[in-house]
C-alpha cells in the first residue's frame, strides 16, 4: 500500500505516519522508486501507537515500548511495568484535579477584599487542617 491507502486505512494523515517512522515508532518501510509502500501489518502497528497515544503515553515512553529493546524483553511485560507507572501518573493528576476544584468551590463563596485578606483566609484554614 502507498502511504495515502495506509493514511485512509488508518485514519491518520500522512503526514503523521511519516513522524511516527521519523521518531522510530513506526519500522520505515520499504521503497519503490522512492515511495513508501506498506504491508498489512503496518496498520496492526500503527493501531499499537494509537492505543499508547490514547492511553496517555508520550512519544518517547512508546519508542521504548515499541523501540529495540523489544528483542530484550516481551513487550508485555514492558507494558505492564509502564501502564503501572502510568497510573499512577493518572491517580496523582487526578487527586490534583481534586484538590484543584474544592479549592475553586471554595472561590465561589469568597468575600475576600483584596488578596492579603484571602491569603491570611487561607493561611488560617491550612492551619485548621
Given amino acids: 500500500m ?3 491507502e495506509i493514511a485512509a486505512r488508518s485514519g491518520l494523515p500522512a503526514s503523521t505516519i511519516r513522524y511516527y517512522e ?3 515508532l513506526l519500522p520505515r518501510p520499504a521503497r519503490v522508486s522512492g515511495r513508501r509502500l506498506y504491508g498489512d501489518e503496518s496498520l496492526d502497528q500503527i493501531a499499537f ?3 499508547a497515544r490514547e492511553a ?3 512519544i518517547p515512553e512508546i519508542r521504548k ?3 529495540p529493546s523489544r528483542k530484550s524483553s516481551p513487550l508485555s511485560s514492558r507494558l505492564r511495568d509502564m501502564a503501572t507507572a502510568k497510573i499512577r501518573e493518572i491517580d ?3 487527586e490534583r484535579a ?3 476544584k474544592s479549592l475553586l468551590n471554595d472561590a465561589l463563596t469568597c468575600r475576600c477584599l483584596d488578596p492579603a485578606e ?7 484554614r491550612l492551619k485548621a487542617d
Fill in 2 to 4: 502507498k502511504i495515502g
Fill in 22 to 24: 521519523k521518531e522510530g
Fill in 49 to 51: 501507537v494509537h492505543f
Fill in 56 to 58: 496517555g503515553f508520550s
Fill in 65 to 67: 515500548l515499541a523501540g
Fill in 92 to 94: 496523582q493528576t487526578i
Fill in 98 to 100: 481534586r484538590l484543584m
Fill in 118 to 124: 484571602c491569603g491570611s483566609r487561607i493561611r488560617k
